[in-house]
C-alpha cells in the first residue's frame, strides 16, 4: 500500500480554492466512514456546504488513520485565499473516549483524538495568515459521551449531535435526525456564525 502524503490531499484543495471557489467564504472537509445511514449525512452535508452556503468542498469517504492525518495535515497547512473565514471539518462514523479524550475512528478502525489531531492542527496552522473561524461537526450516534473529556476550539465550535448518554436518531434512508436538522438550518438566510452557535 502507497504511503499518503499531505501533497495527495493538497493537490485536490488547490483546485478547489483557486478554480471553483475562489470566492467563497470558507472550506469545508466532509468525511464519511461505512456506517449505516452515514452515506445521507455526508451528501446533506456537501450539498449544503457547496451549494446553499458556497463553500470550497472537499468529500472523502473511509479513510485510514494514515489518510485522514494526511488531510488534516494539508487543510490546516494549506494558504487559504484572504476572504476565506471559516473552516468546517464534518465526521460522520463511530467514535469513542479513551485515555487520551475524545476520538474518531477511520476505516482500518483505529483512532484519532479530536483535539490533539484534529482540531488542534486547524488552529495552529496557517501561521501568519489571516485567522479563520474552526467548526468541528461530529455526528456518531453517541457522541454526545465525547463531551465527558475536554473538546474545546478556542475560535469557532464544536458541534455534537447527541447529550451525554443519549443515543442520536436516525435511519439507513434519511440518515441522522441532527445532520438532517444541522443541514436545514444551515439552508437559513442567516449568518453563518449564529446558526452555528446555536446548534
Not at 490546516?76 to 471559516?86: K, L, Q, T
Amino acid at each position: 500500500m502507497a504511503v499518503c502524503k499531505p501533497g495527495d490531499f493538497t493537490s485536490k484543495i488547490t483546485p478547489l480554492c483557486k478554480r471553483e471557489k475562489p470566492d467563497a467564504q470558507g472550506i469545508a472537509f466532509v468525511i464519511g466512514m461505512t456506517v449505516a445511514g452515514t452515506d445521507i449525512d455526508v451528501d446533506n452535508m456537501y450539498q449544503t456546504f457547496k451549494k446553499d452556503l458556497k463553500f470550497a468542498v472537499l468529500r472523502e469517504n473511509n479513510l485510514n488513520r494514515d489518510s485522514l492525518k494526511c488531510l488534516i495535515q494539508a487543510g490546516a497547512e494549506y494558504r487559504y485565499p484572504r476572504i476565506y473565514d471559516y473552516v468546517a471539518f464534518y465526521f460522520a462514523g463511530h467514535g469513542g473516549i479513551d485515555d487520551s479524550g475524545a476520538l474518531v475512528i477511520t476505516s482500518d478502525k483505529a483512532h484519532v483524538n479530536v483535539q490533539s489531531e484534529i482540531i488542534r492542527p486547524f488552529e495552529e496552522g496557517n501561521k501568519g495568515q489571516k485567522k479563520h473561524k474552526f467548526f468541528f461537526f461530529f455526528d456518531c450516534c453517541l457522541s454526545g459521551n465525547v463531551r465527558r473529556t475536554n473538546v474545546e476550539v478556542t475560535d469557532g465550535l464544536a458541534a455534537f449531535a447527541t447529550s451525554i448518554d443519549e443515543r442520536a436518531g436516525g435511519d439507513r434512508i434519511q440518515g441522522g435526525l441532527w445532520t438532517r436538522y444541522l443541514s436545514d438550518n444551515l439552508k437559513l438566510d442567516i449568518p453563518l456564525i449564529n446558526i452555528l452557535s446555536r446548534t
